[in-house]
């Protein structure tokens, strides 16, 4: 059994930064961030894989966000530089216990509760 606890969300201007902290227990394969806002569809942010530190990003975050983990405080985090006002959104981590898509929300069988982040002009 997985939990994961998020913080770290907040309010911030456009250009500004965020990190995002996920306290994370129990064996994990790999972890991800998520978001939804408004509206819209659950999207893959980005994917690290706990053995190895691989990590992967969408298209959208590439170079302006960063996964990583921390293996001692068992904590997975998110920092979000450069943000923009389409960055706001629910931000959710993940994490599976063995392979499947990382990159699908589906291949997660364990959540956090969501913490918000909002980019004003």
Do not use: H
């Not at 606890?5 to 995002?20: D, I, K, N, Y």
């Not at 904590?75 to 530089?81: D, G, H, I, S």
């Not at 291949?107 to 956090?112: A, F, H, K």
Request: with cysteine; aromatic share 14%; hydrophobic share 35%.
């Amino acid at each position: 059994q997985v939990q994961l606890v998020e913080s770290g969300g907040g309010s911030v201007q456009a250009g500004g930064s965020l990190r995002l902290s996920c306290a994370v227990s129990g064996y994990t394969y790999y972890m991800g961030w998520f978001r939804r806002a408004p509206g819209s569809e659950r999207e893959w942010v980005a994917t690290i894989y706990t053995r190895t530190g691989s990590a992967y990003y969408a298209d959208s975050v590439k170079a302006r966000f960063t996964i990583s983990q921390d293996n001692a405080k068992n904590t997975l985090y998110l920092q979000m530089n450069s943000l923009k006002l389409e960055d706001t959104a629910m931000y959710s981590c993940a994490a599976a216990s063995s392979a499947s898509n990382p990159f699908n929300p589906a291949g997660y069988g364990y959540w956090g509760q969501g913490t918000q982040v909002t980019v004003s002009s």
